[in-house]
């Protein structure tokens, strides 16, 4: 079983950064896939960002060049680097990894950002 822990999320002014960290708990080993979701109020669950194992990113549109995310595989941690934080950025977080055909969800942690 794998156990998710987000940490980082809080207020921030527009234009700020924050950094969400995610920690996996449990034997992960082999090929893996580590990725942010966010919800804002009455929307769906979209996609952020996702980093595989071997380090090959990908990005939403809308956080393409504001946003980073990384790992360390030796601590099972994935990070997601929040630059030029937007209103519209407001949402909970959520961490996720794809390993072995499952899906492991984090509780999420709330991002609010204001004007």
């Known amino acids: 079983q794998v156990q998710l822990v987000e940490s980082g999320g809080g207020l921030v002014q527009a234009g700020g950064s924050l950094r969400l960290s995610c920690a996996a708990s449990g034997s992960i080993f082999g090929f893996n896939v580590m990725a942010w979701y966010r919800q804002a109020p009455g929307k769906q669950r979209e996609l952020v960002a996702t980093?595989?194992?071997?380090?090959?990113?990908n990005y939403a549109d809308s956080v393409k060049g504001r946003f980073t995310i990384s790992r360390d595989n030796a601590k099972n941690t994935v990070y997601l680097q929040m630059n030029s934080l937007k209103v519209e950025d407001t949402a909970v977080y959520y961490c996720n990894i794809n390993w072995i055909g499952a899906n492991y969800w984090g509780q999420g942690t709330q991002v609010t950002v204001s004007s």
């Open positions: 980093i595989t194992s071997g380090g090959n990113t």
